[in-house]
């Protein structure tokens, strides 16, 4: 059975910095590739960024510079961290298996100005 769990999400203030994990199993991890996507209140959700099966890396344009993903592979695991928050991250944060059904639960994460 495919699972993700989530964790790290909190309350922060503005321009402070928070780690989210994504822990993996029922799933051969290194061949995997895994996104992080939120969705805030009243909107879509959306994708923050990815990590390929190969290890590369992207990041959609409103977290570049700010948010940076990291993958443990003898943990099965997969970071977000992320800093110089601002007001506008406030959303709900899962882990994604690229092209699967398979998602997390979530995380909240809150910024406060």
């Known amino acids: 059975q495919v699972q993700l769990v989530e964790s790290g999400g909190g309350l922060v203030q503005a321009g402070g910095s928070l780690r989210l994990s994504c822990a993996v199993s029922?799933?051969?991890?290194?061949?995997?590739?895994l996104e992080w996507h939120r969705q805030a209140p009243g909107k879509q959700r959306e994708v923050v960024g990815s990590?390929?099966?190969?290890?590369?890396?992207d990041y959609t344009d409103a977290v570049k510079g700010r948010f940076t993903i990291s993958r443990d592979i003898a943990k099965k695991t997969v970071y977000l961290e992320m800093d110089s928050l601002k007001p506008e991250d406030t959303a709900v944060y899962y882990c994604?298996?690229?092209?699967?059904?398979?998602w997390g639960q979530g995380t909240q994460v809150t910024v406060s100005s």
């Open positions: 029922g799933v051969i991890f290194q061949i995997i590739g």
């Open positions: 994604h298996i690229s092209k699967s059904k398979h």
């Open positions: 990590v390929t099966a190969r290890g590369s890396i």
